[in-house]
C-alpha cells in the first residue's frame, strides 16, 4: 500500500519561505501535498517568489515581510498572514544558518556574533511557535510545527554560536512537544547536513570530491531532502510522532572527520577560509 503525504485543507506558515533555497522547496512541496502557504520572509521579492511559485501549483497563498528578530513584528506578521489565510494548522521555522564572516575560534568568540545567532536561530522560534500554539489553543484546534536545526547541534567548531542555538531548538522542540501534547500541538525537528543552496555558493561540482569523502551518500543534500521530511513531520502519516529530531545528512553525522591536524573540521576545504583561520596563531 503507497503512504500517500495528504495535507489538504491545512495552511501552514513558513518563516523564511523564500530565497530560493530550503524554504522555497517547503512551501513547494507542501503545497504539491495540498496544503495552502503563508509565507513570511525578510525580502518582498522573496515572498512575492514563494506566492507565485505556490499559486502556480494550484494552492492559496499569502506572504508577510518581517524581521525575526523583532519579536513583536513577527508576531504582528504571523497574525496578519493567519488574518489573510483564514486560520493556521501548522508552522514551519526555516530561518536560520550561520554564513563565514560570523565564524570564529572560541578563544576569540564576539558576544555580539553570539547573541545574533542566538536570535536569528532560536529565540524567533520559540516566539513564532508559541504564538501560533496559543492560537490553536484558544481555538480547541490540533496542529504540527516543524523547526529547521542542524546536525551542528552536536558539535559546531568555528561556529559555536550557531551549535548552541540549534541544540537549544532541539531542546525547545522537546518540551514543546511534552507541553503542548495535550493539546493536539506535536513539535518535531529536521536536522540537515552539508545542503546545496544558493546561500551555499558552491555547486555540486565543487565538492563532489569531498561529498564522497565526507558524506557516505556520496553527494550533498538538496532542499527538496528537506522539504520531504518537513512534508512527512507535518502530516498525519507522522501522527504518532512528536519531540523528535529527523537527521537528512546522508549519513554524515556516522562518519564525522573531525578536526584535522591545523585544528580546523576536515569538511572545510574552501581555500580562502582555511587561509584565514591558519594564519590566525591558533593552529
Known amino acids: 500500500m503507497a503512504i500517500s503525504i495528504d495535507l489538504t485543507g491545512r495552511t501552514i506558515a513558513v518563516v523564511g519561505g523564500g530565497g ?8 513547494e512541496r507542501l503545497a504539491i501535498a495540498g496544503a495552502d502557504i503563508a509565507a513570511l520572509s525578510a525580502e518582498a521579492a522573496h515572498v512575492d517568489d514563494t506566492v507565485e511559485r505556490v499559486e502556480a501549483l494550484g494552492r492559496a497563498a499569502t506572504g508577510q515581510v518581517v524581521d525575526v528578530r523583532d519579536a ?37 568568540y564576539p558576544i555580539e556574533t553570539f547573541d545574533h545567532l542566538i536570535a536569528t536561530n532560536l529565540r524567533y522560534a520559540l516566539v513564532g511557535c508559541a504564538h501560533v500554539a496559543r492560537g490553536l489553543v484558544d481555538a480547541g484546534r490540533p496542529g504540527s510545527m516543524v523547526n529547521i536545526s542542524s546536525i551542528a547541534s552536536r558539535s ?63 553527494r550533498r543534500g538538496t532542499p527538496q531532502d528537506v522539504a520531504d521530511a518537513t ?53
Not at 189 to 213: E, F, H, M, Q, Y
Not at 244 to 272: E, I, K, M
Open 20 to 27: 530560493g533555497g530550503i524554504g522555497t522547496s517547503i512551501c
Open 72 to 108: 513583536d513584528g513577527l508576531t504582528a506578521a504571523l497574525d496578519a498572514a493567519a488574518a489573510d489565510a483564514g486560520r493556521f494548522d501548522g508552522l514551519v521555522n526555516v530561518v536560520g544558518g550561520v554564513q563565514v564572516p560570523y565564524w570564529d575560534r572560541l578563544l576569540d
Open 156 to 218: 559546531a567548531p568555528l561556529m559555536a554560536g550557531y551549535g548552541a542555538a540549534k541544540a537549544g531548538l532541539d531542546a525547545l522542540t522537546r518540551t514543546m512537544s511534552a507541553e503542548w501534547g495535550r493539546f493536539g500541538i506535536r513539535v518535531n525537528n529536521v536536522a540537515p547536513g552539508s545542503i546545496n543552496t544558493p546561500r551555499s555558493g558552491r555547486s555540486d561540482s565543487d565538492l563532489v570530491d569531498d561529498a564522497a569523502k565526507q558524506i557516505p551518500l556520496g
Open 231 to 283: 512534508a512527512f513531520l507535518l502530516s498525519d502519516v507522522a501522527g504518532y510522532i512528536t519531540g523528535h529530531t529527523l537527521v537528512v545528512d546522508g549519513g554524515a553525522s556516522y562518519r564525522s572527520a573531525g578536526l584535522d591536524d591545523s585544528d580546523l573540521p576536515a569538511q572545510v576545504t574552501n581555500p580562502a577560509i582555511r587561509a584565514r583561520f591558519e594564519s590566525d596563531g591558533a593552529t
